[in-house]
């Protein structure tokens, strides 16, 4: 080959080079140009909450305050958040039933458990095993809280507490409750155990149908939801004692308190909570709780807790936390000492 061709091809060779690197660098800019605009695109919106029906599950029967409130919230929910909110009652074994299925739906905001804090404050002392675990649910919300009325039937003869309480030392009596473990189940096992009172507990599924039970002098005593005894007590129907909590009901302002008549160790509430499986994700929460915080300041809401003798707490995050830990322990101590069991 002659100098002259040699440097030729050098040159062409030095030429394609050239460009191939020009090219290379083009291409380089553009995927660069690419990732830029990819990184400042806008990520896709997570999913509203909630695009369909909500399920509000409670875990007692229909007619209870739980169902009642429960009803008053879904219909405030509906209307707040533009989907349709459908009680679903699934009452047994103290509540357990319904929070289990809560606990095995899917944790996506579809399936709330609204219910009364016995399933978790007391079941777990109670049962000997429990169909789900502690982790597998997280409170919502504890939306209010109430206590109970001491009724007796218009069968039996004492017409106060102290002369009821002599009675039953001298002759076994008969309580109704709610259930085995409901707030009514403990607070006749305490009025035993502090009174030296002998009763037998016959369990109900649910307040209502213990309520129609003490009607029917099926029993003679039960500790129960005050609005539940309430229109038979007023009817003269049955007679309301005392009631368990810290102050006079505003529906029964004449009926004495259990502290007032010497028996402060039997003073109790009931918490209303709502309940979702653990994992449920912390934006959908936050949507629920804020409607439900909307719905209790509604003042249908504050009437209809009112007419339930029930107190709004609106306790989320770690105050409710805490607050069913405190109850949990209490409990777990009295089932202890009072030798409580599933009958």
Known sequence: MTPAFLNAFGGTRRRLALGALATCATCAALSLANVAVAADAPTPASPAYPTKAVKFLTNFPAGGPIDILGRALADALQK???????????????????????????????????????????????????????KDLKPLMIFSSSGLSFGVASGVKAKTLPEFITQAKAEPVTFS??????PGHIAAEIFATETGAKITHVPYKGNAPAVLALMGN???????????????????????????GKQRSPLLPEVPTVGELGLKGLEFEVLYIAMVPAA??????????????????????????????????????????EHLAASQARYGRIVKATGMKVD
Do not use: C
């Open 80 to 134: 707040d958040l533009k989907q349709p909110f459908i009680v679903d009652n699934r009452p047994g074994a103290g509540g357990n039933i319904g929070a289990d299925l809560v606990a095995k739906s899917a944790a996506d905001g579809y399936t709330v458990l609204l219910g009364i804090d016995s399933t978790f404050t007391i079941n777990p002392h109670l049962y000997a095993s429990m169909p789900f675990a502690a």
């Open 280 to 321: 449920t994700p912390e934006p959908v929460m936050q949507t629920l709780r804020q409607s439900l915080q909307k719905a209790m300041a509604l003042p249908e809401i504050k009437s209809r807790l009112a007419s339930l003798d029930m107190v709004a707490l609106a306790e989320t995050g770690s105050a409710a936390s």
């Open 218 to 244: 099926e029993v003679q005593a039960g500790i129960l939801a005050t609005p539940g005894l309430l229109p038979q007590v007023q009817a003269g129907k049955l007679r309301a004692l005392a009631v368990t």
């Open 177 to 182: 409750s709610a259930g085995n473990g409901s």
